[in-house]
Structures are given as C-alpha cells and as structure tokens.
C-alpha cells in the first residue's frame, strides 16, 4: 500500500512538474524512429561526475519533423560511416525546445574519445559557431541537466565542460562555448 502511494505521488509530482514547466520535454527512441544498436556497447556506472555540451556542427531543425530527422539522419551516419554502435550522445537539444533520446546515461558515449567515461553527452542539433541556440533550446538543455541530477545520472556536483575541452574540436562552437561558460556548474577543468 506505501509503495503504491509512493508511485502515485511520484507520478502526479513529475506530472505537475511537466506542465509548470519544470521537467524537459523528452522525446523518446521510438518516437524518432532510432534504430536499434548495431553491436554491444560498453557500460558506465553512474551517477556520472561531467557533462559535455557539443553541436551536431550539421543543420538546425526549429520544428518536431526536422529535429526527429536530423536525429535519424545523425544516427545513421554514426553508425554506418563512424562504425558506431548507436548514435554517440546521451541526449540532443533541438531548436523546438524539445530533447531527444540518445543512448542510454548508462551507457558510454562516443563522442570524446579516452573521455567518454564519466561524461553524459548532450549534443545541440545544428552549428552554433556564430549564433547560440534559440532561447527554447537553452532553456530545455537546462532542464534536463536538473532532471539529471534528479535521476541520478550526474552527481549534484557535476562539472559542465564544453566539447572542445576533452577533445580535439570546435564543437561546441564560439557561440555556444561562450555561453556555456556563464553556466553555474561550468569548468575550465576536466
């Protein structure tokens, strides 16, 4: 009986949550169409201590249909070009404010190299160089950084890092990094 009522608490809180705002709009594998892995994947215990911000450094999307197929499109050139598993993030931003499904938190990405253990890859869609991502987009970024913390998926003291710090590259570009850098939980250190 407790633990009924602890579930139904549990759901009505994250319900309240979604609609004041407080949680981010997660779309799922299935609802993109992800396919399935190719091969197995290495795991990773968490709660994890980083969390990496790249681009996608491709096209943006600003609606449902375009950001679930620039995620689709993603994944297929990882897996079939980079020989990837999966799609290498844990999660993607698109410019609809929404976040995309990647693999799972408990499994280690392959974005950073010797640096994907430990870090939760989340990947903006689109090429932030010049321009930083709409505020819809930062605002959702955000959110699940919270809710990842909630989950147990980073430590409360994670440290946000931009991609260009665990690894050879300009991702997330200026105009992202630049931003990333005014982030409470942000480093200059890995």
Same mark, same amino acid.
């Given at each position: 009986m407790i633990s009924t009522w602890f579930v139904m608490l549990t759901a009505s809180v994250f319900s309240a949550m979604a609609v004041h705002g407080k949680v981010p709009t997660i779309v799922t594998r299935a609802e993109w169409n992800a396919r399935a892995p190719s091969g197995p994947m290495d795991g990773m215990e968490t709660?994890?201590?980083?969390?990496?911000?790249?681009?996608?450094?491709?096209?943006?999307?600003?609606?449902?249909?375009?950001?679930a197929?620039?995620?689709?499109?993603?994944?297929?050139?990882?897996?079939?070009?980079?020989?990837?598993?999966?799609?290498?993030?844990h999660y993607l931003i698109g410019g609809n404010g929404k976040v995309y499904e990647g693999r799972s938190p408990s499994q280690r990405g392959a974005f950073a190299g010797p640096n994907n253990e430990g870090s939760l890859g989340i990947a903006f869609i689109g090429n932030?160089?010049?321009?930083?991502?709409?505020?819809?987009? $930062? /605002?959702?970024? *955000?959110? %699940?950084?919270e809710q990842a913390v909630q989950q147990a998926q980073? $430590? /409360?003291?994670? *440290?946000? %890092?931009?991609?260009?710090?665990?690894?050879a590259t300009k991702s997330p570009g200026d105009a992202l990094y630049a931003l990333l850098q005014q982030w409470p939980q942000w480093s200059p250190e890995i």
């Open positions: 709660p994890l201590p980083r969390a990496v911000i790249a681009h996608t450094a491709g096209g943006g999307c600003t609606d449902d249909v375009s950001c197929q620039q995620v689709r499109n993603l994944q297929s050139f990882q897996m079939t070009r980079l020989k990837f598993s999966d799609i290498g993030y932030f160089e010049e321009q930083a991502p709409k505020q819809e987009a $930062i /605002e959702a970024a *955000k959110k %699940l950084l980073l $430590i /409360e003291s994670y *440290k946000l %890092l931009g991609h260009r710090q665990v690894s």
